[in-house]
């Protein structure tokens, strides 16, 4: 399968801490996107890595690409209860297909 | 502010009914894209346009059609619903490039149908 592989699943932190999310496919891309989903709602986007960068920050989160692992990471930092939500990675590596992960379910505690 | 919508939020429908799903997006862009989304299974595209009335088959066609007659609206049409069917179906839309964009997504539409 081309589909990203997120790890872990659903991870549960305290507020302040940072959270690590990781992605992981096996296709080459042109870049990689990460997304923030709430609960039964649409999807937003957060942050694109092209495939020639190899990190990137936006606000509090910071978003590392290894091409050759074929792996990326996303860190949220000091974490907020309204960070509670599923995050997708999602691959493009053609001309018009975004290939999405199955997601890590982050909950955050007050 | 950007915008996609989707015609209902939550929509339930019997086995073998027609079932029509819209999106409308005002930002002008070319690509438009159905998914499902399911526990475990993440999102999977079913269908994709990427201009008015040119559409591409994704990963899960089978049951589904599509219709784009304008640019700012795509249609998802289950012919004859099913059991299995059942699922959360997204919209989203993107602008064009070499190098994909972002997408932007609508609410979201939860069907059950019974």
């Known amino acids: 399968s081309q589909q990203g592989e997120e790890d872990p699943q659903a991870l549960s932190i305290q507020e302040g801490e940072n959270a690590t999310m990781n992605c992981s496919y096996k296709?080459?891309?042109?870049?990689l996107q990460w997304y923030r989903q709430n609960s039964g709602r649409g999807l937003v986007h957060l942050i694109l890595?092209?495939?020639?960068?190899r990190e990137k920050h936006s606000g509090r989160l910071r978003v590392t690409l290894d091409t050759s692992k074929k792996s990326s990471s996303l860190l949220i930092t000091a974490s907020r209860a309204a960070d509670t939500a599923s995050y997708f990675c999602?691959?493009?590596?053609?001309?018009?297909?975004?290939?999405f992960g199955t997601g890590t379910r982050l909950k955050v505690l007050a | 502010d950007v915008k996609v919508t989707q015609s209902s939020r939550y929509l339930v429908k019997r086995t073998g009914e027609k079932v029509f799903l819209e999106c409308v997006q005002d930002?002008?862009?070319?690509?438009m894209f159905w998914y499902r989304q399911d526990p475990g299974l993440g999102l999977r595209l079913i269908y994709f346009?990427?201009?008015?009335?040119?559409?591409e088959k994704g990963d899960i066609p089978e049951g589904y059609s599509v219709s784009r007659e304008k640019k700012e609206r795509f249609s998802l049409i289950l012919e004859s619903a099913s059991t299995n069917q059942t699922s959360m179906y997204l919209c989203?839309?993107?602008?064009?490039?070499?190098?994909?964009?972002?997408?932007?997504f609508g609410p979201g539409t939860r069907l059950t149908v019974t």
């Open positions: 989203a839309s993107s602008t064009p490039g070499d190098s994909l964009y972002e997408q932007y």
């Open positions: 296709t080459s891309i042109n870049n």
């Open positions: 890595i092209r495939s020639n960068e």
């Open positions: 999602a691959l493009t590596s053609g001309t018009y297909k975004y290939i």
């Open positions: 930002m002008d862009h070319e690509n």
């Open positions: 346009s990427y201009d008015v009335k040119m559409k």
